[in-house]
């Protein structure tokens, strides 16, 4: 049983051979495009290359975490979660808040009565297939049918951990009237194909550094190294990027999925006052090539550093395993990079799940000892 995804995986790969995507969006003048889609700003760091049989050892990779019993990956202690605070979500208008609902998906409320979802996945797994991939740990900290209504989606990449089509039907669906959702390059048409039935009215597409407006607020794509697929023939073929949130008093920024380059460097030249809030990444960063594409703890730090972050919420962990880390490994990592790097456990934390943090009244931070 455990041959027979390595086996699709290559009569996957062998059908793709013969495929070649066409960028509708290519724009000789831009260096991230190209005629059949994407490229990073910089080069990949060679410590993170991937093993010589390439995208065979990925995939090999993959299908373990999918496929075997996963007791190197299970979390020490329960992966901690909360009921949310649903009076508070639903009557809140005048404040920023953040409620993680798991992995890279969270409401972000903007203090001016504008609910945010980042990269909404209510799926049971984080696959194409109903029977195999990536599943669930955990609950969605918040049910959709909780959720207050959603003024925009905001969807940084078309991985399917990040992406789901399920969750943005429902989405679309929602009483009072669709979102509207805001995406990079090439996800535009794939929502008009999946999700809106052919409808573009509640699509806005952005390329790097493009900014969208939303009442009182600029909603800015920005430039981050990833890479883009939801079947082996489209690498590459849609945008990936991180999202910055922008109103006067207070910046947010979402990563995303990246991996550490000057990139990083870039975005802080142009934010040059910093983030007040910051959803960085923490987890699959095991082994040690995942990090050509994510980020590990040590890393994310750094990057809250770089950008000036006033209090960053560690994600991308606890939810599905994608890495070959310890589902819950992360935090620990996370206690170690804070201490080498002298920042403060209440400076960069991570939440329960279901737990929302507020400015006004923060939630105190779960520190997590380094300790294995």
Known sequence: MRLLPSAAALSLALSAAGCAHVNPYYDASRPHHRPEGFANNYPSNPAYARPPQGFFAGWAARIRNWTDDGSARLPLAPVPA?????????????????????HASFLYQAGNGVNILFDPVFDERASPLPFAGPKRQQPPGLALADLPRIDAVLVSHSHYDHLS????????????????????????????????????????????????????????????????ARTPWDRNATLWGAWAVTRPGFNFFFSGDLGYSKDIQDIAARFTTGFDLAAIGIGAYQPVWYRNSHVSPEEAVRIHRELRVRHSVGMHWGTFPMGQERIDQAPRDLALARQAQGVADDAFFVLKIGETWRPAAPAAPLVQSAAP
């Open 165 to 228: 089509k399920d969750s943005l039907r429902a989405l679309y669906r929602q009483a009072g009237g669709p979102p509207t959702f805001y995406v990079p390059l090439g996800i535009d048409l794939w929502l008009k194909d999946n999700v809106t039935g052919g409808e573009r009215a509640h699509i806005v597409r952005l390329d790097w550094w493009e900014k969208a407006s939303l009442r009182g607020l600029d909603l800015h794509l920005l430039p981050v190294h990833h890479w883009s």
């Open 82 to 102: 909360v009921k949310p605070d649903l009076a508070y979500i639903h009557a809140n208008r005048t404040e920023p808040a953040l409620t993680w609902i798991g």
